[in-house]
């Protein structure tokens, strides 16, 4: 175990040799923008992934777990919490589970930063021992945070994550690390309140959506179900989700074609079964959402 990685936040030490970042895996070259991307099996299913974007832009979108990045080179935009939020180089970049949120180059240069898509339950186990006392879903009220030492942390365990063979070094690594971006920046999640009835209504519609994700559904169908006039229900729905019902469906569809892709069905066949019309469809809207083709996804799998 490197002694480095687990030493005082507060001392400035440079990224070791042994930690420098690999070659990307070029994508598409004419770009500039690069990628990389793989899913530790022995880390709780942990998706990582390395990046250069320049005109790349992510459509709004969720993740089920944790979104958690460094960004090295350049800035980041993104829309979260009805909010436009910059994130620098040396920044860090943290999205709590179901937040719809955006991506794009804030500057022509764009930006390069190392992400990790943690399960919640990882980050509950990783709360319990930085707090050494049983802890609910950590949440955190700032996404964009400013900690340099942390975000050497971070980068350095990300590299590792990409060079280490040891399980248990990848492991104690990534705890380490995540207790202590709770330790520091994490808060009690604020309260769901009771919902409203058109909160209700909106949970019926992505319900149905869930159900009939194949479906070619139609807005005026949609209303009908919950009483409500189209453009009330796209009103209401956006407010309360954060994307259109459409792009709430173009989600589902893209989330069970990653579950699919990792079957090993063929992407022709995965694009048919959760709802698109071709392969293509399913690479244009995989992309928007993931950062990754849905063949660099199934390859980062491997």
């Known amino acids: 175990m490197e002694e ?11 990224l070791p040799r042994q930690y420098a970042p690999r070659d990307f895996e070029a994508e598409p070259a004419r770009t500039g923008e690069q990628v990389t991307f793989w899913r530790d099996s022995r880390l709780s299913n942990l998706e990582v992934l390395r990046a250069t974007f320049i005109t790349h ?17 350049g800035a ?6 009805k909010a436009i939020h910059v994130a620098p180089q040396g920044s860090i970049v943290v999205i709590n589970p179901a937040e719809m949120h ?42 964009v945070i400013y900690d340099p030492a942390l975000a ?11 060079t280490s ?15 202590h971006l709770i330790r520091r920046h994490a808060e009690t999640p604020p309260l769901v309140l ?15 959506l869930e159900e009939h994700a194949t479906e070619n559904v139609s807005l005026e169908h949609l209303a009908a179900l919950v009483h409500l ?40 066949e995965v694009a048919a079964a959760v709802g698109f019309t071709d392969q293509s469809h399913l690479n244009r809207h995989f992309k928007a959402l993931i950062g990754v083709t849905p063949g660099q996804y199934a390859r980062g799998l491997r």
């Not at 390069?112 to 949440?139: C, N, T, W």
């Not at 050497?152 to 990409?162: D, E, I, K, P």
């Not at 909160?199 to 519609?205: A, I, R």
């Not at 729905?237 to 892709?261: C, K």
């Open 165 to 179: 063979s040891s399980v248990l070094e990848r492991e104690s690594l990534l705890v380490w690390a995540l207790a």
């Open 229 to 268: 006039s189209p453009f009330y229900l796209l009103r209401v729905f956006r407010d309360t989700v954060g994307l259109p019902p459409h792009s709430y469906l173009t989600q589902i569809r893209v989330a069970r074609a990653r579950h699919l892709i990792s079957t090993s069905m063929p992407l022709a």
């Open 102 to 143: 955006t991506g794009e180059a804030a500057i022509q240069q764009g930006w390069s930063y190392r992400m990790l898509y943690p399960e919640i339950a990882l980050l509950q186990r990783a709360a319990v021992d930085a707090m050494e006392k049983s802890s609910g879903v950590p949440f955190f009220p700032e996404p």
């Open 76 to 81: 980041e935009r993104f829309k979260y919490r």
């Open 152 to 162: 050497r942390l971070l980068s350095q365990m990300h590299a590792a994550l990409a």
């Open 194 to 208: 009771v919902p409203h009835a058109e909160h209700v209504s909106v949970l019926k519609v992505r319900a149905y």
């Open 57 to 73: 832009t992510f459509a709004p979108h969720t993740h089920e777990g944790y979104a958690i990045g460094v960004i090295e080179e």
């Open 4 to 14: 480095h990685i687990y030493s005082d936040l507060s001392r400035n030490q440079p």
